[in-house]
């Protein structure tokens, strides 16, 4: 499951918050091992919608709710999460057309999904277009 909100602000700022229970390729295996995650993502657009700025993060925190009864909660927490941090902007000439860069930075500890990801930073650039 996934619950969280959105808002579009009217200087062209947009921000995304979720709580999701599970990414889709935690699902579907025997051994399903669904964890918990926060989301957020914020846009800000300039230039008539031309050039956005896009930064987004997840925190991935296995089992939150066995780790909090511990008698050291926050610890527990650290040694079990993962963190996804993302830095993206992006230029559309016109209408349909994308042209950017992207720097994602990984990090995690213990069982979190995300940790084993965390030697998988990534910096690239992106085209798209739709037709």
Not at 18 to 31: M, P, Y
Not at 63 to 84: M, Q, Y
Request: hydrophobic share 40%; aromatic share 16%.
């Amino acid at each position: 499951y996934v619950f969280g909100f959105d808002k579009t602000f009217d200087n062209g700022l947009y921000i995304n918050f979720q709580f999701a229970h599970g990414l889709g390729f935690e699902r579907g295996f025997k051994d399903e091992h669904l964890q918990d995650y926060f989301i957020l993502n914020l846009e800000k657009k300039f230039f008539d919608d031309r050039l956005k700025v896009r930064t987004y993060g997840i925190v991935n925190i296995d089992k939150p709710f066995d780790r909090i009864t511990s008698s050291n909660p926050w610890d527990e927490l650290v040694k079990n999460s993962g963190i996804l941090g993302a830095l993206e902007v992006s230029y559309s000439p016109v209408i349909g057309a994308n042209l950017g860069i992207r720097i994602i930075g990984i990090d995690g500890n213990g069982s979190s999904t995300l940790s084993r990801f965390k030697d998988f930073d990534v910096v690239g650039v992106f085209f798209n277009m739709e037709i």
